[in-house]
């Protein structure tokens, strides 16, 4: 998820205008919602200051904000943080102590497709496991991801430019 979009989400769920955000962060406010719609939407990325200002605002750490980093813990985390949010994937704690991850399907359509990706994955590592495939079979399968899955209907997608074009059709509609 871009930094833009993250910026969306948290903005919402405070409640907040792009107005009100962006006069909270010091622009001014004839121009405060077009400014932070200009972030929002990717057309502009924010330098550090203002991420900063924009992660006080919305009381999250500008890592929250960022692309995350999945090279350092704590990009790896806000990355987790992010799947919680989009996917319902949330930590537990199994009765013997080990803690694990797993899908929140009352979270809606995006849990259940999460946790049919996850059961595919975990297809393949049982076979590794069992030595019905080998560790070569089992990384070129998850290196060709979606190539090899067999468990999957993948649709043919878009061209890049297509689907840029949708999403700034609908992002338009909603500004």
């Known amino acids: 998820m871009a930094i833009g979009e993250r910026i969306h989400f948290?903005?919402?769920?405070?409640?907040?205008t792009q107005k009100y955000l962006g006069t909270?962060?010091?622009?001014?406010e004839r121009s405060a919602d077009v400014r932070l719609a200009q972030y929002e939407t990717g057309t502009r990325k924010p330098k550090a200051e203002l991420t900063a200002a924009l992660a006080q605002a919305l009381d999250v750490s500008p890592h929250a904000l960022d692309?995350?980093?999945?090279?350092?813990y704590?990009?790896?985390?806000?990355?987790?943080f992010t799947l919680e949010d989009l996917y319902g994937l949330t930590v537990s704690e199994s009765e013997d102590g080990e803690i694990y991850l797993k899908v929140d399907t009352s979270k809606g359509?995006?849990?259940?497709?999460?946790r049919k990706l996850?059961?595919?994955w975990k297809e393949q590592a049982d076979k590794l496991s069992s030595e019905e495939i080998s560790k070569d079979k089992y990384d070129e399968w998850r290196y060709h991801y979606p190539?090899?899955?067999?468990?999957?209907?993948w649709a043919k997608v878009p061209s890049q430019a297509l689907s840029d074009a949708l999403i700034n059709s609908l992002k338009e509609e909603h500004l």
């Open 147 to 153: 190539e090899f899955d067999t468990t999957q209907t």
């Open 109 to 114: 359509k995006d849990a259940h497709e999460l």
């Open 24 to 28: 909270i962060v010091g622009f001014p």
């Open 10 to 16: 948290f903005r919402i769920l405070r409640g907040m």
């Open 74 to 80: 704590i990009g790896l985390m806000h990355t987790l």
């Open 118 to 120: 996850l059961y595919a």
């Open 67 to 72: 692309v995350p980093d999945i090279d350092s």
